[in-house]
């Protein structure tokens, strides 16, 4: 298998102003870069010029490619917008196909309530599979987001932390199996 760094970059799934799925994205990317081997970068929707006159790989943006086609897994910062996922992030998502094949994808979701977005991760699922990614069987559940972190995205209940280890783990090993079958193993 090829040594270089596991790649594993986190979309910040919602262009809302006033945000709370930024902080959490912004404390997964820091805990992502601490572990050994692995590297991230924080991909932010709102700093992808996609039009709205178009749909799908007509539309792709060479920087979200390039990136999506480098990763080895996804972290997915998604909030719980009417129990289901934000319109431009599928509306992003759906301009790549290739670039996801056969990588491994992890969700965190974000709800004001007390649900941690548990609803928007079932919605996400299906797709996430329709696009060639492997889903893990961890989540990051970010519920009463408000009470995680203060307004300056201070982290306030450091028991994600240990929660997070767990869900980075999983998608690691499986973001290391992943990249050895595509490197080892044919697919037809
Ligand atoms: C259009 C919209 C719909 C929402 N629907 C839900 C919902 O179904 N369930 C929930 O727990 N919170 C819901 N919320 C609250 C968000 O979960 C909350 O804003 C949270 O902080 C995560 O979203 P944010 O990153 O936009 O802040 C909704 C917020 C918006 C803007």
């Not at 990136?67 to 719980?80: C, F, G, N, S």
């Amino acid at each position: 298998m090829t040594t270089q760094p596991i790649f594993i970059p986190v979309i910040l799934g919602t262009p809302r102003q006033g945000r709370m799925s930024e902080p959490v994205a912004k404390f997964v990317v820091e805990q992502v870069a601490k572990r050994d081997g692995v590297e991230t970068e924080l991909i932010d929707i709102r700093n992808i010029p996609l039009p709205t006159s178009d749909e799908g790989e007509s539309i792709k943006d060479p920087k979200f490619s390039e990136t999506m086609m480098r990763a080895d897994a996804l972290i997915i910062v998604v909030p719980e917008y009417n129990h289901g996922y934000p319109g431009l992030l599928k509306h992003l998502l759906d301009t790549n196909l290739k670039e996801y094949i056969h990588k491994a994808v992890g969700i965190c979701g974000v709800s004001a309530g007390p649900f941690g977005g548990t609803r928007v991760i079932q919605s996400l699922l299906p797709v996430m599979r329709e696009l060639g990614l492997v889903n893990i069987f961890w989540d990051g559940n970010f519920s009463n987001v408000h009470n995680i972190f203060d307004q300056s995205g201070k982290l306030l209940d450091e028991a994600y932390i240990r929660r997070l280890d767990k869900f980075l783990q999983e998608l690691v090993w499986m973001a290391k199996v992943l990249r050895y079958g595509r490197e080892n193993i044919a697919s037809e």
